[in-house]
């Protein structure tokens, strides 16, 4: 009797492994919170191919993209789904950065934990080329007396948050300011925008057409090596822009695991290192403590940049 029941407790004991040993078993989504076209979905869909040749279950992107929002939305999607592994969060830096703060219940506190960065973005300001400046001290001075519109993807983005406190410190004066669901060439061309914050990546058909008067972070890009990072500008304003893979805090630990061993496969493969090579973005595989320390760090900048706003 007493064999019975322990063969029954460790069966039950036993039960939950086997389930877990079974994942993934049915379609296993990505959400980017932007557009298709963007460096995060083009580099996202790999992770999506690498997870479904590997574990020959359907994978994909899915996109949810919030306009004036931001990434917002598509984080509070990720959050409402079950912490299961069959829905990963391809998030930029702004969701554990400050997304507890923006008033949105779902994201307060952070229901996610990282499981590594992927991808640091090649984020520029780029203005049309047909207007009287190349740089931001001429912007600087030309925004005095003209109307200068800026385009962003979002006011309480990072990049965004980032250019208005770049503003401050170097007295360019916007006139008005946008959100768009996407930013590329024609929003420069149509006249929608004057400046706008950006990928490079979006912007390369029209490189010789357009002005890029400075990248975020603290290195100049082999695609625009003329202008300056902001750093150089104001040093203070160390900002890194980076996309990472988020899952649910209650996600068991073999799941994130096997997520995590394909998606830093993804990373060094040969496909991934070429879109790097094109477009000079950083694509390379951090892991979780690296990546929370990159959080610390970005909220540190980020205080910066909400004492240059008050």
């Known amino acids: 009797m007493k064999l019975k029941t322990f063969g029954l407790a460790a069966a039950t004991a036993l039960a939950p492994l086997a389930a877990l040993a079974e994942y993934p078993e049915k379609p296993v989504s990505f959400v980017v919170p932007w557009p298709p076209g963007d460096l995060a979905d083009i580099t996202t869909r790999i992770i999506a191919d690498e997870f479904q040749s590997t574990y020959d279950v359907a994978s994909a992107v899915l996109n949810k993209p919030g306009g004036g929002g931001g990434p917002f939305p598509g984080a509070v999607y990720a959050a409402q789904q079950p912490a299961d592994g069959y829905t990963v969060g391809a998030l930029v830096n702004a969701i554990p950065a400050f997304g507890d703060k923006v008033g949105i219940a779902e994201l307060n506190p952070n229901p996610f934990e990282p499981l590594g960065i992927y991808l640091t973005y090649p984020f520029v300001i780029a203005a049309r080329g047909d207007l009287p400046f190349a740089s931001i001290e001429k ?159 970005d909220k540190a900048a980020l205080a910066v940049i909400n004492d240059l706003l008050q």
């Not at 030309?142 to 385009?151: E, P, T």
């Not at 008005?176 to 996407?182: C, G, I, K, N, Q």
């Not at 950006?198 to 490189?207: E, G, K, N, R, Y």
């Not at 008067?213 to 902001?230: C, E, N, Q």
């Open 139 to 297: 912007l600087a001075e030309y925004s005095q007396d003209n109307g200068v519109v800026l385009g962003h993807f979002g006011a309480k983005l990072l990049p965004t948050r980032a250019a208005f406190a770049l503003a401050k410190s170097t007295d360019i004066n916007f006139a008005s300011h946008a959100a768009f669901d996407a930013l590329d060439c024609n929003t420069l061309a149509s006249g929608d925008a004057d400046i706008i914050t950006v990928t490079v990546q979006t912007i390369l058909p029209c490189m010789d057409s357009i002005t890029v008067l400075a990248t975020f972070g603290d290195t100049r890009l082999p695609l625009a090596p003329d202008a300056p990072a902001v750093t150089e500008i104001v040093p203070d304003l160390n900002l890194s822009l980076w996309n990472g893979l988020f899952v649910h805090k209650d996600t068991p630990q073999e799941v994130r695991d096997q997520i995590t061993e394909v998606a830093e496969r993804a990373v060094n493969s040969e496909r991934m290192q070429k879109i790097a090579a094109q477009t000079g973005a950083l694509i390379e595989w951090s892991d979780k403590g690296a990546t929370e320390a990159r959080i610390e760090s």
